[in-house]
């Protein structure tokens, strides 16, 4: 029995999926995903909202590996640590937002095929 699923319902539960990582400072945002998962029945969906928790985890984890360091430079050399490692934190910035936008472009131009982002740890 095949079972057929509305495209309009995969992008939108898909680009919610992935777009909410833009809103990762808070702590809630990974719940759009995993709402998303637990109340889709569509594979695709289903898919794609897995992939956003394991990217929201990589990105909490990334984060903190490199920002507490940062933090802790900038607090002892009176903020001139965060000066210098800007960059850092700005290449890292582009990455976070730039593969997301990459996810909601691919959600939107492929719906049937799940989006995978490159370089992350899947926990899940």
């Known amino acids: 029995m095949q079972s057929t699923f509305d495209s309009g319902k995969r992008k939108l539960l898909s680009c919610l999926s992935h777009a909410a990582i833009f809103f990762s400072t808070t702590f809630l945002s990974i719940g759009a995903p995993i709402a998303v998962y ?3 029945d569509d594979p695709v969906v289903k898919q794609n909202a897995k992939e956003s928790i394991n990217f929201h ?37 582009l990455i976070h937002w730039g593969l997301t936008v990459v ?12 989006y995978r982002y490159p370089f992350i740890f899947r926990l899940f």
């Not at 909601?104 to 719906?111: A, D, M, R, T």
């Open 38 to 40: 637990f109340l889709s």
């Open 57 to 93: 985890l990589n990105v909490w984890f990334w984060g903190t590996v490199i920002g507490v360091p940062i933090a802790v430079l900038s607090f002892i050399t009176f903020g001139l640590g965060g000066v210098l490692f800007f960059p850092v934190i700005a290449l890292g910035f």
């Open 103 to 114: 996810a909601l472009l691919h959600c939107l131009s492929k719906p049937d095929e799940p």
